[in-house]
């Protein structure tokens, strides 16, 4: 455990506040591809559709049935499964070990951020091939988006791809360090 408090390390604080503003995201709108629709209270099972209407997002409109055929996201449904039964606990176990300095989260964090990572760049690919047109003649149902969803969607999703590369290669590091430490101790026990 780190006596210094979580101000005070700023990246600790940068994944703090990340696994903090997904929580909401990643329940309200992403996961709702998963969720039984008449659970859901109208007001809260409006905002993928709030949100697809404005950014034409072709992963979140394409899982929940707004574009194309159902069959044709199933590799993304497979990416919410894995944020709703893996990345989710890591959240909330990840703001509890941060928020307490805790240095065993180090390779769950690691494990979260190289998996976050690698399954990002297929959706940067998705969006990057997503056709653009003119707000003019964007049809009903068509997957494209227009030259500024496209940089709303991008500014949106590639802060998701940074910061677990990020914490990737910064708990590899904290990793290395403390293994180093362990086996400088363990030989100068040794030495003994």
């Known amino acids: 455990m780190t006596s ?6 700023p990246l600790d604080l940068l994944y703090f506040a990340f696994f903090a503003i997904h929580i909401p995201n990643t329940l309200l709108v992403d996961l709702q591809a998963l969720y039984p629709s008449h659970l859901l209270p109208g007001s809260i ?4 559709k709030l949100y697809v209407n404005l950014s034409s997002d072709p992963l979140i409109g394409g899982a929940m049935g707004y574009f194309g055929l159902p069959d044709d996201y199933v590799w993304f449904k497979s990416f919410l499964l894995l944020e709703a ?3 989710l606990p890591v959240f909330v176990l990840g703001l509890r070990g941060l928020w307490k300095g ?3 989260i180090y390779l769950l964090l690691l ?3 190289a998996s976050t990572t690698t399954t990002l760049l297929p959706c940067l690919a998705v969006l990057f091939s997503t056709p653009i047109t003119s707000a003019d003649t964007i049809a009903a149902k068509a997957v494209s988006v227009t030259s500024e969803q496209r940089l709303l969607l991008l500014s949106s999703y590639i802060p998701f791809l940074i910061i677990p590369l990020v914490m ?3 708990m590899a590091f904290r990793l290395h360090h403390l293994a180093q430490a362990a086996a400088a101790t ?3 026990i040794k030495s003994r």
């Open 4 to 9: 210094k408090p979580l101000r005070s390390r």
């Open 45 to 48: 099972a409006n905002l993928p």
């Open 85 to 87: 039964f893996f990345q």
């Open 102 to 104: 805790s240095r065993s």
């Open 111 to 113: 494990i979260y951020g």
């Open 168 to 170: 990737t290669v910064d």
């Open 186 to 188: 363990e030989k100068q």
